[in-house]
C-alpha cells in the first residue's frame, strides 16, 4: 500500500502550512485543543478551493468521549452530510457505548450518509477507547469503514508499536491503518518499519503568540510557561521534514 502522511489541521491557516510542507492529505478539525470538533463549513470550503489536499473532515460535537445523546448525534448526522455535500473527501468520526464498544447502530447510519456520497469512512481514535481491538476492527471492515486512526490504544502511536504491527498484519490487506498521535520527524519512520503501518498523522505542532491572551487579571491561556501567550499551529517546516523522513528518495515537495 503507498505511503501516506496525513496532517492533523485545525485551521485554514494550518491546512495552508501543510500544504505548503507538501501534505497530500489532512484531517481539518476545529477546536484541537478539545481533541479536535468538526470544523466550519466556511473552513472546508476555503481550504478545498486554495489548495490540492484531500480533505477528511471531523464530525464530533464536543469534548470528552464518544458515547453520544441523541441530541449529539442528530447534530453528528446533519454536520456529515453537510460536509460530504460540500467537498469533504471522507468523514472522520467515532460511536461508542457506554462499555466501551462499538455502537455499531449509529455508525451505520454515519456510514449511509458517507458511502452514499462516495466518501471515505474514516473511524478516529475512539479505537483506543474499545476494550478489544481485534474484535473492533473486524466488526469495523465488516461494517464496511475505509479507515482506522488508532495509536495502538496507548497514548503515543510509538509506544503501542506491538498492537499497531499486530494490527496491521491481521487486517491491513482489509482496512487501512493509520497510526497517529505523537508522531513526528523524529519516530514517523522507524514506527512504519517497526509496524508495517504505511500510513502516519501528525500534528507538525508549532507555536504563534497572540499577545492579547492575557490581560490584567484575565487569562484565556491554552499553554504554560513559555507558551502562555501562545496558539498551536502547524509548521510547514516540520511537515517537510517529515516527509522527507518518510519519503527519502523523493525531492520536491511542497506548494512553494
Not at 122 to 136: E, G, N
Request: proline letters at 3%; charged letters at 25%.
Amino acid at each position: 500500500m503507498e505511503k501516506m502522511v496525513e496532517i492533523c489541521c485545525g485551521s485554514y491557516y494550518d491546512a495552508k502550512q501543510a500544504a505548503i510542507g507538501g501534505a497530500g492529505r489532512i484531517e481539518l478539525n476545529s477546536g484541537l485543543t478539545l481533541g479536535g470538533l468538526t470544523p466550519t463549513l466556511a473552513t472546508l470550503k476555503l481550504v478545498k478551493e486554495s489548495f490540492p489536499l484531500k480533505v477528511i473532515a471531523m464530525v464530533r460535537p464536543r469534548g470528552a468521549g464518544f458515547c453520544y445523546c441523541e441530541e449529539d448525534f442528530q447534530v453528528m448526522k446533519a454536520e456529515c452530510r453537510t460536509l460530504v455535500e460540500h467537498g469533504a473527501d471522507g468523514i472522520a468520526f467515532g460511536c461508542l457505548r457506554e462499555d466501551g464498544s462499538l455502537d455499531e447502530e449509529r455508525i451505520k447510519s454515519m456510514l449511509e450518509i458517507i458511502r452514499g456520497g462516495g466518501k471515505e469512512a474514516v473511524f478516529h481514535r475512539a479505537f483506543d477507547c474499545t476494550p478489544d481491538p481485534f474484535k473492533a476492527m473486524e466488526r469495523l471492515i465488516a461494517l464496511g469503514v475505509t479507515r482506522v486512526l488508532t495509536s495502538g490504544l496507548q497514548p503515543r502511536a510509538i509506544d503501542g508499536w506491538e498492537l499497531l504491527k499486530d494490527l496491521q498484519e491481521c487486517y491491513g490487506s482489509e482496512i487501512e491503518i493509520l497510526a497517529g498521535s505523537g508522531v513526528n520527524v523524529s519516530n514517523a519512520r522507524k514506527l512504519m518499519e517497526l509496524t508495517g503501518v504505511t500510513q502516519v498523522h501528525s500534528s507538525c505542532k508549532d507555536w504563534k503568540t497572540d499577545p492579547t491572551t492575557v490581560g490584567g487579571k484575565v487569562s484565556y491561556s491554552i499553554a504554560s510557561g513559555e507558551h502562555e501567550l501562545c496558539y498551536d499551529v502547524v509548521s510547514a517546516e516540520l511537515v517537510k521534514q517529515l516527509l522527507d523522513s518518510v519519503f527519502p528518495e523523493k525531492e520536491g515537495f511542497g506548494l512553494c
